[in-house]
C-alpha cells in the first residue's frame, strides 16, 4: 500500500490521473473519460395510440 508524504502540492484538474513515475516524479495523464458531466437526456413525448375501432358483423 502506498504512503500519503505530503498532501495539497499540486492543484488537480478533474479529468486527469496523478501518479509517481519510477524516477520519483508526478506525473499526470488524461483518462478516457473522466471529468467530464453527462448530457441531459431530452425529454421524449409520449406517442399517441390510434384507436381502431372494431366493426360490427
Not at 13 to 40: I, Q, S, T, W
Amino acid at each position: 500500500m502506498g504512503k500519503v508524504i505530503v498532501k495539497n502540492v499540486i492543484k488537480r484538474k478533474p479529468g486527469h490521473l496523478y501518479y509517481v513515475d519510477g524516477k520519483g516524479n508526478v506525473c499526470e495523464a488524461k483518462m478516457a473519460r473522466g471529468g467530464k458531466k453527462k448530457k441531459k437526456s431530452v425529454a421524449k413525448k409520449p406517442v399517441k395510440k390510434k384507436v381502431v375501432k372494431k366493426k360490427k358483423r
